[in-house]
């Protein structure tokens, strides 16, 4: 008989640990030049540690922690489904006093909850940094220039950068006077990428038809510096900032982002500009991040802050992905 | 198109999404003319069953993807665009049973519970469970008229489009649970990646 291991778990053997160690040393020589010291914490936090003041989930709905345990004096534990959250507790709990900007970089593993049949992956390996106490536009570049290197020294030679702004459409909903019952039910649509729905639900409202051509238009806004062209009233405003940090990072970094006001990700932390790593070699994205300008206000020191993580193991496969793709140019 | 690989349904899809295909320019004679071949690369089609269609776009094998909307709500946890309603291949999610007195509903106040036959597990599981009634469900991959004929389950949950198929085999239709059309479906990344490409297709078949 073999012994199974859990459903999304897997071993690494030394070839496949070998690569994995290549990408995350270079990874990890970016992160410390960029000055992002590396941390660890505990695998096991308290539940109350991921829960928000109203008992909601602190982190968005995919990354919501899944494994609980009892300690001796009958505390719930968690197993850490993010690495956002734990070092926002480091950095307002050990650093009380230091003068920020506060930057700190990781390698860890998070665990989450997965669905059957799914290739989803229980135990995954994140490699971020978070960078606290640095508002937008500048910490959002800085940040996204991290990023970038980040990519560059693993040798993804195709990635691109979706950036958007996670208040952009919940507050253009809230501007004409959306109800918030349809508000969350038309951002689950949105955040379930069913336009169709979104439609339908815009519909039903029965709004004055510029407001839901706007509705029905800016999610669908993506591309070139072009599309950003034209707009007005908040959705400029979300444009600006987005233009804001396209200007403060370098010309090749520039180049690799893609404007998207439909960029909504799940609820969660998230407050400004979001973002999300695409790879032509791999069918999901490989990485994401954005600014959580309130989040180190519940463990009691308020700084806006920006992060991302990158997913390793998807990494890799994109990275297989780009090397089979320039062996064999014309096979997709 | 080139640009694009799209998945097409095979069965009652096939055709509806073929003509859309045409509308859009894209030369689909080779794809009409050979039932055994699934790969077109030349024209960027690739065809399989209908419920697999949600896996090759989830996964990127597949940049769009046509595919009713029975089956994205079966696989509703997918993630993927759905981009457009297509219009065709109407038709509607019904609970059903046998003609004369409803056996579904006898169960559930004399047994408390009801046995229901589907291709919908989850479907159908979501819909009673929003009802607030309590439902055994049992997965069937064939005919699923023949369940309440034999006694296997009380009712039903199926897909009809003209109600044909449920009143030869004696069955009527209790309750309507949804209305389905094909949709267009698309790869979130490529969705970022190729928008001009999709956005082109999107244009013409609005207009189509």
Same mark, same amino acid.
């Given at each position: 008989m073999v012994e199974r291991i859990p459903s999304g778990t897997r071993d690494v053997l030394p070839d496949e640990m070998r690569e994995l160690r290549l990408m995350t040393d270079r990874i990890r020589g970016v992160f410390e030049r960029a000055g992002f010291g590396e941390v &660890?914490?505990?695998?096991?936090?308290?539940?109350?540690?991921?829960?928000?003041?109203?008992?909601?989930?602190?982190?968005?709905? &995919?990354?919501?922690?899944?494994?609980?345990?009892?300690?001796?004096?009958?505390?719930?534990?968690? *197993?850490?489904s993010d690495m956002t959250v734990p070092i926002a507790r480091l950095a307002a709990t050990r650093y009380t006093h230091s003068e920020p900007p506060l930057r700190f970089s990781y390698f860890a593993h998070a665990y989450r909850g997965v669905r059957p049949q799914r290739g989803?992956?229980?135990?995954?390996?994140?490699?971020?940094?978070?960078?606290?106490?640095?508002?937008?536009?500048?910490?959002?570049?800085?940040?996204?220039?991290?990023?970038?290197?980040?990519?560059?020294?693993?040798?993804?030679?195709?990635?691109?950068?979706? *950036?958007?702004?996670?208040?952009? &459409?919940?507050?253009?909903?809230?501007?004409?006077?959306?109800?918030?019952?349809?508000?969350?039910?038309?951002?689950?649509?949105?955040?379930?990428g069913d336009f169709v729905g979104v439609e339908s639900e815009l519909r039903a409202l029965g709004l004055a038809a510029d407001d839901a051509e706007l509705l029905l238009r800016v999610p669908r806004i993506r591309g070139g510096p072009d599309v950003l062209e034209g707009l007005t009233g908040r959705v400029e405003d979300a444009a600006a900032g987005m233009r804001a940090v396209h200007a403060l990072v370098a010309p090749e970094i520039a180049g690799r982002i893609i404007f998207d006001l439909g960029l909504v990700r799940s609820l969660g932390y998230y407050t400004g500009a979001v973002f999300q790593v695409y790879d032509p070699a791999h069918g999901v994205p490989i990485g994401s991040g954005g600014r959580y300008d309130e989040l180190l206000a519940q463990f009691g020191r308020p700084l806006p802050a920006v992060g991302f993580a990158l997913n390793v193991e998807r990494l890799h496969i994109a990275l297989a992905g780009e090397e089979r793709g320039r062996m064999a140019p014309r096979e997709r | 198109m080139s640009e694009l690989r799209i998945a097409v349904p095979r069965?009652? @899809?096939?055709?509806?999404?073929?003509?859309?295909?045409? !509308?859009? $320019?894209? %030369?689909?004679? !080779?794809? +009409?003319?050979?039932? +055994?071949?699934? @790969?077109?690369?030349?024209?960027?089609?690739?065809?399989?069953?209908?419920?697999?269609?949600?896996?090759?776009?989830?996964? $990127?094998? #597949?940049?769009? $993807?046509?595919?009713?909307?029975?089956?994205?709500?079966?696989?509703?946890? +997918?993630?993927?665009?759905?981009?457009?309603?297509?219009?065709?291949?109407?038709?509607?999610?019904?609970?059903?049973?046998?003609?004369?007195? %409803?056996? #579904?509903?006898?169960?559930?106040?004399?047994?408390?519970?009801?046995?229901?036959?589907?291709?919908?597990? +989850?479907?159908?599981?979501?819909?009673?469970?929003?009802?607030?009634?309590?439902?055994?469900?049992?997965?069937?991959? $064939?005919?699923?008229?023949?369940?309440?004929?034999?006694? @296997?389950?009380?009712?039903?949950?199926?897909?009809? #489009?003209?109600?044909?198929?449920?009143?030869?085999?004696?069955?009527?239709?209790?309750?309507?649970?949804?209305?389905?059309?094909?949709?267009?479906?698309?790869?979130?990344?490529?969705?970022?990646?190729?928008?001009? #490409?999709?956005?082109?297709?999107?244009?013409?078949?609005?207009?189509?």
């Open positions: &660890y914490t505990p695998a096991l936090e308290y539940e109350a540690t991921f829960s928000r003041g109203d008992g909601r989930s602190a982190v968005p709905e &995919y990354a919501a922690p899944a494994y609980r345990v009892f300690d001796e004096q009958g505390n719930v534990l968690v *197993l850490r989803q992956s229980r135990e995954l390996l994140q490699a971020g940094v978070e960078l606290i106490g640095a508002a937008a536009p500048e910490g959002t570049a800085e940040a996204l220039q991290v990023l970038c290197e980040a990519l560059d020294a693993a040798g993804l030679e195709t990635y691109r950068v979706g *950036l958007g702004d996670a208040s952009l &459409y919940p507050s253009l909903l809230e501007a004409v006077g959306v109800s918030p019952d349809s508000r969350d039910r038309i951002l689950g649509e949105l955040v379930a | 069965g009652t @899809l096939f055709e509806g999404s073929l003509d859309l295909l045409d !509308g859009l $320019g894209v %030369d689909t004679r !080779g794809v +009409r003319e050979n039932d +055994r071949r699934l @790969l077109f690369e030349e024209v960027g089609i690739i065809t399989m069953r209908p419920s697999d269609v949600p896996t090759y776009v989830e996964a $990127g094998a #597949a940049d769009l $993807g046509i595919t009713g909307k029975d089956v994205l709500l079966e696989q509703s946890e +997918r993630e993927l665009y759905e981009l457009v309603d297509l219009g065709f291949g109407r038709c509607t999610m019904v609970l059903a049973t046998v003609a004369g007195e %409803d056996r #579904a509903a006898e169960a559930l106040r004399r047994l408390g519970v009801m046995r229901i036959a589907t291709k919908y597990p +989850r479907v159908a599981a979501r819909y009673f469970l929003d009802t607030g009634r309590q439902a055994e469900i049992v997965e069937v991959k $064939g005919s699923v008229e023949l369940a309440p004929l034999t006694g @296997l389950v009380e009712g039903i949950v199926d897909l009809t #489009a003209t109600g044909t198929t449920l009143s030869e085999n004696g069955l009527v239709v209790r309750e309507e649970i949804a209305h389905c059309t094909a949709r267009l479906i698309a790869n979130p990344v490529a969705h970022k990646l190729k928008a001009p #490409a999709i956005d082109a297709i999107l244009e013409r078949v609005h207009a189509v």
